[in-house]
């Protein structure tokens, strides 16, 4: 960490604040120039309040450059996590899963239908939405519990692990059966549900909020794992810019980073990234090819009929054409491992 | 709404939508053109969901031009809320409060020197976070209950209503005594909180999410008031932009937006929005000249001392100085109303 | 074109603004609500400026439903615009370059050392600056004139064709023996200096703008078209957004839309775009994956001992491999002509 | 100036580097940790490129402590600059100025009549578009040198000095009796035009771009005053966000930061960055409050008739009475000199 000294901070402000930092077990470098000084501070400095160091007089500026996320630092766990899902599904450390499913669970007939679709098309996982976050409180907000029931029913005919989202923690129990919980972008940031979530014991997926950043998004995991949980799963699904063609703009770059960053798998969500079924083929290939560990694919038996969130959905078809697209990348580069997940 | 068809949509694909559109109540108007047609619906638009709408195969683009917002709609409701907080504090409508106090609340002391100074200084409301919504889990998470305890004793001390900041439902109980209950921008879209907050009959103030447009503002408020509130204050509190030299870019067009579009009373929050003392009183100042009706401020009664948050407070002095600024703006635009709030 | 009336208009002042489109050689449909008129335009609005429109005291908003740019749009023109850059190498409609170089031209030898260690690696067309827009005064400017020639010269001893940055339109001379001009993104609304290139003969290629929206950059586009020139190549290089881990956001999702509304190429440049050579091979695959008919990447022949721009560079070897992945990839996805460019 | 090194970095590489910043004048201080090498460099950094030292492959990132701004930077130069426009009309340090008239030159008529209107209701200088940057080629591009001159007629029939916008420095023969030169947000970062307006010897003011950050604005200021020109001001107009009911989001906290960073003077333009009149006094107001050297309004002898940018003009009328309200801020601010400008 470095601060950057006032120039009218006088010696023995300075000094005090040195004292200060020493207490907290940190090595302390001076720099004294003309207009500024500046203060290197070596050592476990995570636990320092950056606000705290600005918010005295005598700073001008204050920059961590250590990351401030430890267990889902990869400096300090260099090797990939591979997140068990089920007895045949992992996630990273080489380990790709397809996770394909509607957006809402609409009925028990629906949900089924969809399911052995998907496996048949090559989904590992499969995706349905029981909570719906929505905009506006006049629109469609899911099913609920017996959402969660059908999917949890339709995940067993067609034998296959599910995801859904949980919108608040009193919720927990209905998410015993479910084998991944997804924390929504709109939610990255609900603290106390990402502290109750990583005493849970299973597998959590976090997506990006939209106006998150990726250190932002690691500081979230960190509250997941600082409550035991180490399976933790991060998803890319688009940030909000000035671009209006697409709904969100899929940060492809992220993928790259975080793989650099964190030991933990990546996946990203072209669907909702892009509001538009056409551009989900593309953005899928495009994951594949920049290192994902798994993609996430809204699939609709009949999009075009369904008056619900058709825009962004592909046909079991088109899904199959695109896992086939993506396995086709990974092999050609090298990425996919024979013979497992 | 329009809905823009693409240029392959059939006759009979035209009609069946046309049918579905006349079955919701809505009148609908055709331009053909060479490339496209257009559709135009007129009547109540606001339970039509925009994306089912773009989920139809023959749609290229589906628009709203009339707001999804009625409670919240000044176009419905012409006349200003005036939001009551206690016997003698009004917001809205003409009657304007500062709301001030330190981002936390330290000790029964710190909270009671600052809110006698703070009053003395001219501020109608405290203010003092209990719950600290903190992107790392190792940083200050607040006091919590006793925090909300130590908040109410200095409200009476000094003879204010207070605001305090909820983050989630569960808490509900320890803010039986709490004037405004305060929804965080992280919480700006936790729609199952916003949906309780709406019938716990108490003025709610909801700060902008960073990246949260005007209408998804309004939108929020609209979830409160579907549950039977009325009184919603909405708060500017800066938005995430690529600037990087203020914590966040502070949007005072939003105040002149909101005053248009909606009869809820608009505050603005300088302190979070710059993340710097001395930029306060300039926003302050601009705050009042673009038309709020209340500025909340973080005042600390040693921002230099203190180990928190201090950047951005004011000390008591420089609060006192900027709220008769504001005050002198007020008056010389001719906002003060004599003898009130 | 859609344009709503406020609730105030009055029916004549309607009536003269529906005869002055149809003098425009409108069709107008008008469309009567209880709180709004909407009145949709059929025909060639692309010549009705939208701020004009806005400007009318009854208007409240219009909205081109139909796209501003007529020579660059696939409505119009469906086919793939084929960019002949040499004899040899096409870009666009299923022919694909990787373009590479350094920077900054820093010398004879350097910029054909590395001409001939990219051609080696699968390189179509040389990249160089000559001219250098920089941020600072104090900073590096290029080589200018020396530097044109030089890269012209190391195109000759390598065979390949060339490209390179314009500054303004008094340069042109200079670039005679310059086979595709760039306009670098700080210039992509430099109207004047678009304007010129589209008399001048050459391929343009021109970057996108780090916060120009999709439908600007077509735009620009067709200032160049409007001046004659047909042969455009559209570039994508990352935009302005709060995230901070890279230097800009790669925008993926851009190559898709791109594809879709307009014929003409598309190429993406990972290496300005993320500002850090380890993000550049997984983003070149993914720009692959994503459908680009070209990747133009930074390649110096001693990126760590070079003081100049190597954060992003690629050594050649490095080079080649990522040229590698991209063929495999376009390969796997059947994007690959046998036998061509 | 900090730079933090890769854990990898060797001794010998170490040493060498700081050989070579001692070479460069610069003094350097070592920070060892178990992870990271931390370098702080004291001395000039300002012809230090930062891009540059990242290049090195055992550099993981390099951050300015001290701005790369020299002439422009208030720690230099902590004086206000006064810029003097006319013989009786300066702006800085203390004097304010109103700056108003059409987006367009229309006809000489129109133009002398807004310039009476004007000087009547409280400007001081005159502006008026005659070279119009447009996105679209198809749209109105201004009437050229015969708009400069209509100008010129005008501001010496209304007794005002006069600004208007450059678009390449092949221009500047018509600008001759221009009093300030405009660059407009989209040629902010044209250096070579930066570079040419700082050798003309008259007054600039710069327009800070859709994104371009404060730095970046005070860079161009930089380019401007390399070329021996003292007289620049800056101009606040709106930056690009997500947010989409203002055409741009007016930054007025860049106001107070830039008043703190430079001496330069600073306007404000609230007509371009909102888009829409009816949004122009309020921000006009807050931009006098926030403590703008000046404000450039857009007024309209008669937007509503007018079929040109109407959407943002104000009519003379109402121009008089926002000037009167930011006297009126000034004034109860404690802002206006008596007798002065």
């Known amino acids: ?34 207009y500024q ?20 007089s005598i700073v001008e500026s204050a920059t961590r450059v250590s990351e401030p996320y430890k267990s889902a630092n ?13 007895d045949t599904v992992r996630i990273g450390g080489g380990h790709f899963a397809m996770i394909a499913g509607p957006c809402s669970v609409e009925s028990e007939e629906q949900i089924v239908t969809v399911a052995k679709a998907v ?4 989904a590992a996982v499969l995706r349905g939405g029981a909570f719906k976050p929505r905009t506006s409180p006049y629109d469609f907000q899911g099913l609920g519990a017996d959402g969660i029931h059908m999917l949890i029913q339709a995940g067993k005919a067609a034998g296959m692990p599910i995801i859904t989202e949980i919108m608040n923690a009193s919720q927990l129990d209905l998410f015993e059966e479910v084998d991944i919980i997804q924390v929504g972008a709109r939610n990255m940031q609900n603290f106390d549900l990402l502290r109750e979530l990583g005493r ?8 990006r909020g939209l106006s998150s950043t990726i250190k932002e998004l690691l500081m979230s995991a960190e509250y997941v794992m600082a409550g035991g949980c180490s399976d933790v799963i991060l998803c890319e699904r688009g940030i909000r810019t000035f671009e209006t063609y697409t709904r969100n703009t899929l940060d492809l770059s992220c993928v790259a980073v975080l793989r650099e960053r ?18 989900v083929t593309p953005m899928a290939r495009a994951a594949a090819a920049a290192g994902a560990d798994g993609i996430m694919i809204e699939v609709h038996n009949d999009p075009s009929a369904a008056l619900c969130d058709g825009a962004q959905a592909l046909t079991p078809a088109q899904f199959a054409s695109a896992a086939a697209d993506v396995l086709a990348v990974r092999r050609a580069l090298g990425m996919e491992k024979d013979g497992e997940n």
């Open 1 to 34: 960490m470095i601060a950057v000294l006032r120039q009218d901070a006088t010696e023995s402000q300075i000094e005090s604040l040195c004292d200060w930092f020493q207490e907290k077990g940190l090595d302390v470098h001076i720099s004294r120039g003309e």
């Open 37 to 56: 000084t500046i203060i290197g501070l070596i050592g476990d400095t995570s636990r320092i309040d950056t606000d705290l160091l600005c918010g005295l």
């Open 74 to 86: 990869r400096k300090f766990h260099p090797r990939d996590t591979v997140v068990k899902i089920s």
């Open 119 to 122: 496996r048949q098309g090559g």
């Open 200 to 207: 849970c014991g299973k597998p959590i997926l976090i997506k």
């Open 262 to 279: 964190t030991h933990l798998p990546v996946v990203v969500d072209p669907s909702h990234a892009t509001g538009a079924a056409r551009l």
